[in-house]
């Protein structure tokens, strides 16, 4: 088991940034436990669980969901609810942070899309065997909506605080930069997965990631409690 956990390790080195995240995300909580991100390092924790159950499901025999040998394999259904679920999550996020009106409403309707889109998905694709990745890319669309309408928002306002203080600011920048890509990575993929081979598409996936995380620690180093908005 042990021997495992260090391949693992090694062949995803992007699960330490997940850790590191972590670690940082809970030593200062006291920054925003009474924020829109007070479950931010619940969010996190998920994160590498899933990525540590999906490694184990594919790469050890005593971590399956299926029975029959030819999908002893597959992961992919943990994947697909974690991304639906990152997905509520930062809207949800977005809506509460997020005062105007209107924009809110907008947030609402994006949801609305995301989750019809998801179940019509369903009825195309079986989500055990599948990925959801045309689903993903317009959840990905919607997110980077909430983002925009976030900056434009805050871009209105006056604060004492420069924006490299708030920590919202950082996990923004994260998340605009890794779903402005990835969703075409898997969804090329999907089509055609000698792509993932021929191309250093995986390597570029763990440096979006690691990106993105490194994005959200150093947010939770620099910000400040009262700069939040």
């Not at 260090?6 to 030593?27: C, M």
């Not at 259904?77 to 005062?99: D, E, K």
């Amino acid at each position: 088991m042990f021997e495992e956990i260090l391949t693992y390790l090694k062949d995803q080195f992007f699960i330490i940034a997940y850790f590191i995240t972590w670690v940082v995300s809970v030593a200062t909580y006291r920054k925003y436990f009474d924020t829109a991100l007070k479950y931010f390092p619940i969010f996190i924790a998920y994160t590498f669980f899933t990525d540590l159950l999906g490694y184990f499901i594919k790469y050890n025999d005593n971590f399956q969901f299926f029975s029959d040998n030819r999908y002893s394999s597959l992961n992919i259904i943990i994947y697909n609810i974690y991304q639906l679920v990152a997905y509520l999550f930062f809207y949800w996020v977005y809506y509460r942070v997020i005062q105007s009106v209107r924009y809110r409403k907008m947030i609402r309707y994006g949801l609305v899309v995301t989750l019809t889109t998801y179940a019509i998905s369903l009825f195309f694709y079986n989500p055990f065997y599948k990925g959801l990745y045309i689903a993903e890319t317009v959840g990905s669309w919607v997110l980077l909506m909430c983002i925009l309408l976030y900056v434009l928002e805050k871009r209105k306002e006056e604060s004492a605080y420069p924006i490299v203080r708030n920590l919202l600011f950082w996990i923004s920048l994260g998340n605009f930069i890794f779903y402005l890509f990835t969703p075409y990575m898997f969804l090329l993929g999907s089509f055609d997965d000698k792509l993932w081979f021929k191309y250093p598409i995986q390597k570029a996936l763990f440096v979006l990631i690691a990106f993105m995380y490194g994005s959200y620690t150093l947010g939770l180093i620099l910000s400040r409690r009262k700069a939040f908005r």
